[in-house]
């Protein structure tokens, strides 16, 4: 059990302490000195497309064939619940270069959101011609319809190389 800076023992069933300096000013502090959140629930597949979690902040997704509206709605509660459990804005690697069709149906989950998109750059590597302009096209839409939720960079590259050294690069300050 965890001691607080007044050494009076106190945990919670979230892994952090609860205490008081000299019982005054109440403070949480983590239980141990790296507490970070599970992520293991990002690493899955979703029809044929994989997502995964690479440390600190990045959400990898693979979109191999068609998307689908079914498989359009999962990724995207996938999106919202990883804001959700980071607890930070979070980069995103869209691999689509083997990326299929992509429903019309399937684009207007992406495009109507209810909420702020939980990340801050989207890299999409692979884009063939026609990816590039459907994926351009829903973007400045959603952007358009709710500019507010639509609060994050996006950027095209030819691979994920490319894509990689810019997610490396230090993100925009607002």
């Known amino acids: 059990m965890a001691k607080s800076i007044d050494g009076r023992s106190a945990s919670r069933a979230d892994g952090f302490s ?26 899955r597949r979703i029809g ?74 989207v890299a999409i590597a692979g884009p063939s011609f026609t990816t590039r302009a459907i994926l351009g096209m829903l973007e400045r839409a959603g952007r358009a319809l709710f500019p507010q939720h639509f609060a994050y960079t996006a950027e095209f590259f030819a691979n994920t190389e490319e894509a990689r050294r810019w997610l490396a690069e230090p993100p925009p300050r607002a």
């Open 48 to 121: 044929s497309h994989q997502t995964r979690f690479e440390p600190p902040m990045l959400l990898v997704i693979d979109v191999i064939g068609a998307v689908s509206t079914t498989e359009a709605a999962a990724i995207k509660r996938l999106l919202y619940e990883a804001g959700e459990r980071i607890g930070a804005p979070y980069d995103i690697l869209a691999d689509v270069s083997r990326m299929g069709t992509f429903d019309p149906h399937a684009r207007a989950v992406f495009r109507h959101v209810e909420r702020k998109y939980p990340f801050r750059r």
């Open 18 to 43: 609860v205490g008081s300096i000299r019982g005054k000013l109440p403070f949480r502090a983590p239980s141990s000195p790296m507490h970070t959140p599970d992520v293991s629930f990002l690493s």
